[in-house]
């Protein structure tokens, strides 16, 4: 059962890391400022949401959230570089590891290849 549900996280760890390389590569880089923060709506949670605006290259104005909460947002007023899809430009991101999902992709790999080192590991009776 380990064995899987590590197979499981290993795969959909994969899947995070494999998004987000390609979105860094097809995303279109412009210069942004956050100017907000929400907090996340789970009180034991210390995660914040950055709020950014940025112009578009065809200069279209947005101002969004992001999708991903972290504990040491940046902060308002802070200039960062955003990288958006530019056939949804409400697709958007701080281009960080944080922000685009390549930080919790390694922790679910992570996770993964531990679950199945352990699941490998308890059925050869090892431990």
């Given amino acids: 059962m380990l064995f899987v549900l590590g197979l499981a996280n290993l795969a959909c760890g ?12 097809h995303g279109v880089r412009v210069p942004g400022l956050v100017t907000g923060l929400e907090r996340s709506r789970d009180p034991d949670s210390k995660a914040c949401y950055p709020v950014f605006r940025f112009t578009t290259r065809d200069g279209q104005e947005v101002e969004i959230t992001s999708r991903y909460g ?8 802070d200039r960062v570089t955003v990288l958006y899809d ?24 992570g996770i993964g ?3 199945i080192t352990l699941g490998a590991l308890t059925a050869f009776t090892i431990i």
Wanted: proline share 9%.
């Fill in 14 to 25: 994969v899947w995070l890391l494999r998004r987000a390389r390609r979105f860094r590569a």
């Fill in 86 to 109: 530019p056939e949804k430009q409400r697709n958007a991101r701080i281009d960080t590891g944080g922000q685009d999902g390549s930080t919790m992709g390694r922790w679910v790999v």
């Fill in 70 to 77: 972290e504990s040491r947002p940046p902060r308002p007023g």
């Fill in 113 to 115: 290849l531990f679950l």
